[in-house]
């Protein structure tokens, strides 16, 4: 059983940084995806940016809508995820939630490609609001 414990969530104006933070305790596999998932009303859960960690390293993986906004890092002593949002948009306004999942191989999957099931430790989630 993993537990994961979000912070960092508040409200910016639009081209504004935030950094959320996902602490992990409990058991973890010694291959794991740990990623960030989104929800905003009305829409679907998905995939934001998402790390595979394993002994050798990790691999980053990014919505086309991030990419080059939001960087995804893990430190291995803290055990803990982190998103650094940068030039936020209102777009970007919505629930933001730390998941991990076993990983089976050498890639995450939970971005654009509807296995967001496949994760299944969730944390209580953060709101994130950008205003215009």
């Known amino acids: 059983q993993v537990q994961l414990v979000e912070s960092g969530g508040g409200s910016v104006q639009t081209g504004g940084s935030l950094r959320l933070s996902c602490a992990a305790s409990?058991?973890?596999?010694?291959?794991?995806?740990m990623g960030w998932f989104r929800q905003a009303p009305g829409k679907e859960r998905e995939g934001v940016a998402i790390?595979?960690?394993?002994?050798?390293?990790?691999?980053?993986y990014y919505a086309d809508s991030v990419k080059g906004r939001f960087t995804i890092s893990h430190d291995k002593v803290k055990n803990t995820v982190y998103l650094k949002m940068n030039s936020l948009r209102p777009e970007d306004t919505a629930m933001y939630y730390c998941?991990?999942?076993?990983?089976?191989?050498?890639?995450?999957?939970?971005?654009?490609?509807?296995?967001?099931?496949?994760?299944?430790?969730w944390g209580q989630g953060t709101q994130v609001t950008v205003s215009s």
């Open positions: 998941a991990a999942a076993y990983a089976g191989g050498w890639y995450c999957p939970g971005i654009g490609d509807g296995r967001v099931y496949e994760y299944n430790n």
């Open positions: 409990g058991y973890l596999e010694s291959r794991v995806c």
């Open positions: 790390i595979w960690i394993g002994g050798s390293g990790s691999s980053q």
